[in-house]
């Protein structure tokens, strides 16, 4: 963990655990899964493993990004459909056929379409799970769980899209998906049942298929804003592009531990999957012409993110945009006191909820501070308490989950709580941003010696990379053997002049990042 990380969101000095709290600064890997569950997000425990149960307040967060998403859809002239959770096993072996030619077609430099179907593994068949019974009976075509939806929906867009009246298709869905993740499971980040958003869009030709592209960026940009996450978006280098996609950009989110984390994820199809699905249309000519697709993908690993790289060692921190309850009112409950502290903070409350705000007022009949320790590890924004002496004054005392604790007035308070609210989430914008830019660095120089490439230098711990490249396959090969990183591509946000390539020594403003990756 960087230095800068370390003083922005856990103080000077060594993290040091807290009520049993492991170190976020010294041990990421432990404190992640105790904050999932000691925050109340999921519960761990459901006997099938990668697959958590949600609690309130972690289904209310993810709720709350999935709003943020529906926003973003609706600004964006896209359509919400529900498609079926079975896909019969005929639809699976025909994607799982198409997938394969694509990919052979990649590694031998040739068109797909000069290539016949062959029996080669390709595709989710590998990780899906069958349902082959329905009751006692033994169904003559097995089905299987969703791992995405590309062939339940193109089975259906040629009886949706016949003139070119009927384009642009622009639909998308929020739904389960199942994958049969065999590595070490993580909650949000890896997981067998995973909350999934997908838009699925048809266009006219590749122009309009690009601009697609384009407008997916924008909405990731929007969306990251609201969560405080700064990211990486990157073309994925040719050998991880998903074998049915032209091109595939992916967005990284940089997690506290210096690793990335693919949070979202754009697919621009060309028209290789219309052919497959005869999903064609009648142009301005009247003559038939496939339509060109793309994907725009995310998931809970949003959620993710937003724990990991917002928390410190205290709880969580919540961007106020998908904070369950933006604003926690703590009354000062005094026996025998003239003063109703609860229904003071009742009717602050309402006030509150009448502008906008997401509000809750705890009013337990127990310790202060067992009430101030409760939210912290929740990552309440904003917090106030209010005691006799404060309603007598006129205020209320607020505390910010990001540091720092002043009276407000009560008189102006839903004003002075938003204020505060957007402060809280430019401050995380900067400690996140301050950690992405002292993370990412230039990677060491390499040396050719005796046909061998050496690297003059030592890769740190925690660190992303990035250089200038136009080379090889090879030269990356050499690249990622030689750090233990993964190409994670071409940056979008390419250098402002050219630069010699890190290997060949060609000019280029390719801006290509390395990281270890979750």
């Not at 009354?331 to 903070?345: A, C, F, G, H, Y």
């Not at 940056?491 to 020594?505: F, K, R």
Request: aromatic share 8%; with cysteine; glycine share 6%.
């Amino acid at each position: 963990m960087s230095e800068l990380w370390r003083v922005l969101f856990m103080g000077k000095g060594p993290g040091k655990a807290k009520r049993g709290i492991p170190s976020k600064a010294d041990n990421f890997t432990e404190w992640y899964p105790f904050m999932v569950e000691a925050a109340e997000l999921v519960d761990k425990r459901y006997p099938i493993k990668g697959m958590d149960v949600w609690r309130p307040y972690g289904w209310k967060t993810m709720k709350l990004i999935d709003s943020l998403t529906h926003a973003e859809m609706e600004r964006t002239e896209h359509e919400e459909v529900n498609f079926p959770l079975l896909i019969p096993e005929n639809l699976l072996e025909k994607e799982n056929a198409l997938v394969a030619r694509l990919k052979r077609a990649r590694e031998e430099g040739v068109d797909p379409d000069d290539l016949r179907d062959e029996d080669e593994e390709g595709g989710f068949k590998k990780e899906v799970y069958w349902v082959k019974h329905a009751g006692e009976n033994e169904l003559d075509i097995p089905m299987f769980l969703r791992p995405t939806s590309e062939t339940a929906m193109y089975t259906m867009f040629p009886l949706w899209i016949r003139s070119h009246k009927d384009l642009p298709l622009k639909v998308y869905q929020m739904v389960n998906t199942f994958r049969y993740e065999t590595k070490q499971t993580r909650s949000f980040i890896r997981v067998r049942e995973i909350h999934f958003f997908e838009a699925h869009t048809a266009h006219a030709d590749e122009e309009d298929a690009s601009r697609q592209i384009q407008q997916d960026l924008e909405i990731v940009n929007n969306i990251m804003h609201d969560l405080c996450l700064p990211i990486i978006k990157a073309k994925r280098p040719v050998w991880d592009t998903f074998p049915g996609a032209w091109y595939t950009i992916g967005i990284d989110a940089v997690m506290p531990n210096g690793r990335t984390l693919q949070v979202a994820s754009c697919h621009h199809y060309r028209d290789q999957w219309a052919k497959a699905f005869d999903l064609s249309y009648e142009n301005l000519e009247a003559k038939q012409q496939f339509c060109h697709q793309t994907t725009y993908g995310m998931s809970e690993r949003l959620l993710g993110a937003v724990v990991g790289m917002h928390g410190d060692e205290n709880g969580l921190i919540m961007p106020p945009a998908v904070a369950p309850f933006q604003v926690v009112i703590c009354p000062m409950i005094r026996k025998n006191s003239d003063v109703d502290t609860v229904e003071v903070s009742n009717e602050m409350a309402t006030r509150l909820r009448a502008s906008g705000l997401r509000v809750k007022v705890d009013s337990r009949d127990i310790h202060a501070g067992q009430k101030y320790y409760d939210w912290e590890i929740k990552g309440v924004p904003l917090r106030l308490d209010v005691g006799p002496r404060d309603i007598a004054q006129g205020t209320a005392f607020a505390a910010r989950r990001t540091g720092g604790k002043e009276p407000i007035p009560m008189d102006d308070l839903p004003n002075a709580c938003k204020k505060i609210l957007d402060e809280i989430a430019q401050e995380l914008r900067k400690r996140s941003s301050a950690h992405m830019s002292d993370v990412v660095q230039p990677l060491p120089a390499f040396t050719e010696k005796d046909g061998n490439w050496v690297m003059d230098g030592e890769i740190e711990e925690g660190k992303i990379y990035e250089i200038p490249f136009d080379g090889t396959d090879a030269h990356a090969e050499a690249i990622e053997r030689a750090t233990s990183l993964t190409f994670l591509g071409d940056s979008t946000d390419e250098y402002e002049t050219e630069q010699p390539c890190h290997m060949s020594g060609k000019m280029t403003r390719r801006r290509v990042i390395l990281a270890k990756t979750y």
